[in-house]
């Protein structure tokens, strides 16, 4: 571990301006990046006393070996400029306090003739109405399928939709009276986007006209004697009304809001966001980070807010994901500079604040406790997550004898079946958990016929040839006649090569045969610092090498669990590449027999099916449906996939053929 007072700036060297400083190691990659209103009296707090710092910290300023900062003029821009580069170096020791996971949102294809509901999750598409994000699916989809009571609109797929315009026969939801089956024309597009548009008010929070309507139509009905009809507009008041159950917290004034609150601790904070659209709770999300440094509760509010509205699609008129008013635990330091920067991103005015009282202060005590319940439970699995993973390393570093805990381990995969597309995965944990950006697969191309020993050289050489090019490349002659060591980030960038970092541990799957491999290949190009290791499936053993014998560890082991976790990663993501890879081949090597079939007519039949399987089963009528094909070339694609045999099921974990 580096000192600090090794690299700390000379005194006075340090502005005392607003700006953006960065924190990297020695190969050059940054470590941690943040922003000051004082450089000077920021930076000077990390070369201080070391035991007042965090643990974190603490082990940040150890692991760098050099401190760079840029002046700008404003604290928007230093905001600004502090989050590019967390996105652009994605430093270790930055925590994100927005999570990465997706939540499931409500949409509406508004661009399709008969628009359709549906909750998905993922990147939105244009074209589309979207509402949320929402906790849990199963709850929205309830709420979905209460309303369709009440707007019978279309919420089949298009594959659904189209078979039932062949047959001329709706779908289950059509015949009880959940969709107005605007498949068989039974309503046109004008009054099908006519009740889009009110489930779209209704979900939006306009329910009052909506309730209005049907009770007067009711009361229309009992008064011509239609009871038949008004004990219907009945229960569609009564779905109605179960809907809005689902979000009971409701404000008069139609607010729209973030309610936040945080549950800290010195080493983590738990985050709970509300979203209140039109008055009501629309949705709720929360999450557990690590602290990233000693700020205070208006600090992490601030990293939060940064992280949390920086991203927003402003093309979205409906997702309002910055609302008009922000409800926070306690004020940001830079407050107005930030509320600037969210105004900018929404296009009107932004406030944010701390509720003194009323509803909203009710609210805000809610979900600080749902913060709290959070971080509660965390803990408690979180402890033994932390320690289990720590014995872990510990463990496989006493076993193989390693210097220092393996942080970074890589493992190497082959798959194929019975010679042909033969494929490599590598995958990568970090501190002992999967970070899948960094996975890679290769395709073998140097290996005639089923030879593992021999892919497996090919892909460590290949994977190590990278490392050095990549080093060679990235060394500046000065630092080079400085010592410096290299540079593994693209100065023009700033972004990390695909290889750029050596792994402590590299693990493959197989035996002495596959580590004899990895071992010479690693010769050959002279790297000699890194360790080596087989795991092998029958025995569950590891080999080392030059060694006769394995290496047995206790069944009980939590390193060995961990090596068993990298190893059947990597295996389920060369089986994912090479079952890709094999589906292409057959569907193409079939379709290139069918005469006068050129590629780009191969491609839209593939993208009509997506799957042999779907194409086989199709009919012909169903072949001549698609876009530039007729009944003759229908008939020569059926007749040439009628001739092929179905291929065997083969387990490609065993290479077991199955009935």
Not at 61 to 85: I, M, R
Not at 283 to 302: I, S, Y
Not at 356 to 366: I, N, S, Y
């Amino acid at each position: 571990m580096a000192d600090p007072q090794s690299y700390r700036p000379k005194p006075g060297s340090i502005p005392e301006n607003p700006g953006v400083y960065r924190f990297s190691d020695e190969t050059g990659r940054v470590v941690y990046v943040g922003k000051a209103k004082n450089l000077r009296s920021r930076l000077n707090s990390y070369f201080a006393d070391p035991g007042n710092l965090l643990p974190r910290t603490y082990a940040m300023v150890h692991t760098a070996a050099k401190v760079q900062w840029t002046v700008v003029q404003t604290e928007v821009e230093a905001l600004a400029l502090e989050y590019a580069w967390i996105k652009q170096y994605d430093p270790r020791f930055n925590i994100k306090y927005r999570d990465d996971k997706t939540y499931p949102w409500l949409a509406v294809t508004y661009s399709e003739e008969f628009p359709r509901v549906h909750v998905g999750r993922g990147a939105k598409r244009k074209g589309n109405r979207y509402f949320g994000p929402y906790a849990h699916a199963w709850a929205i989809r309830e709420t979905v399928d209460l309303l369709l009571r009440v707007f019978p609109m279309r919420s089949c797929s298009r594959g659904v939709f189209r078979n039932a315009q062949q047959v001329g026969r709706p779908c289950l939801l059509g015949y009880i009276g959940k969709c107005s089956a605007p498949c068989v024309g039974r309503i046109s597009a004008e009054d099908h986007r006519a009740i889009v548009d009110d489930f779209c008010h209704f979900i939006a929070g306009n329910t009052a006209p909506v309730e209005r309507r049907i009770k007067r139509e009711m009361q229309q009905a009992s008064d011509n004697l239609e009871f038949e009809k008004a004990a219907r507009l009945r229960d569609d008041l009564g779905a109605l009304n179960r809907a809005m159950e689902k979000n009971a917290i409701a404000f008069r004034d139609g607010t729209d809001a973030d309610v936040i609150a945080l549950a800290e601790d010195p080493l983590e904070v738990a985050v709970q966001i509300f979203h209140v659209r039109k008055g009501r709770v629309r949705g709720e999300r929360g999450w557990v980070a690590d602290r990233a440094d000693e700020g205070d509760t208006g600090d992490l509010v601030e990293q939060f807010l940064l992280q949390l509205y920086s991203e927003v699609d402003t093309d979205d008129p409906d997702q309002q994901a910055v609302p008009r008013e922000i409800l926070v635990p306690a004020l940001p330091p830079s407050k107005d500079s930030l509320t600037e920067l969210l105004s900018e991103i929404r296009g009107s005015n932004v406030e944010i604040r701390v509720p003194q009282r009323g509803d909203k202060r009710v609210l805000m005590d809610t979900v600080a406790k749902n913060a709290r319940d959070a971080l509660v439970r965390h803990k408690t699995v979180r402890a033994q997550d932390l320690s289990t993973r720590n014995r872990a390393l510990e463990e496989i570093q006493n076993a193989l004898e390693l210097p220092s805990p393996p942080l970074r381990i890589e493992c190497y995969d082959i798959s194929n079946l019975q010679g042909t597309e033969v494929v490599a995965s590598m995958v990568v944990f970090e501190d002992g958990l999967p970070r899948k950006s960094e996975y890679r697969r290769f395709v073998i191309r140097g290996v005639d016929g089923q030879n593992d020993v021999a892919a497996m050289h090919e892909v460590i050489t290949r994977r190590f040839r990278r490392l050095l090019d990549d080093q060679k490349s990235m060394q500046a002659p000065g630092d080079a006649a400085a010592g410096e060591g290299p540079l593994l980030i693209d100065p023009t960038t700033g972004a990390p090569k695909k290889f750029a970092y050596a792994p402590s541990l590299v693990v493959v799957d197989g035996g002495p045969p596959q580590v004899a491999a990895a071992e010479a290949a690693m010769e050959e190009l002279g790297v000699k610092d890194v360790a080596l290791c087989g795991l092998a499936k029958r025995l569950e053993e590891v080999w080392l090498p030059d060694e006769e014998d394995p290496l047995i560890l206790p069944r009980t082991s939590e390193g060995l669990y961990l090596l068993q976790r990298v190893r059947d990663e990597a295996h389920r993501f060369a089986i994912t590449h090479h079952r890709s890879r094999r589906s292409k081949s057959m569907v193409e090597s079939l379709l290139d027999e069918v005469p006068g079939l050129g590629e780009v007519r191969r491609k839209a039949l593939l993208a009509h099916f997506g799957s042999l399987k779907k194409l086989r089963e199709a009919r012909v009528s169903d072949i001549a449906a698609v876009p530039g094909f007729g009944e003759r070339t229908a008939l020569s694609v059926k007749a040439a996939l009628d001739q092929k045999p179905k291929a065997e099921a083969v387990n490609t974990a065993t290479g077991e053929i199955l009935e």
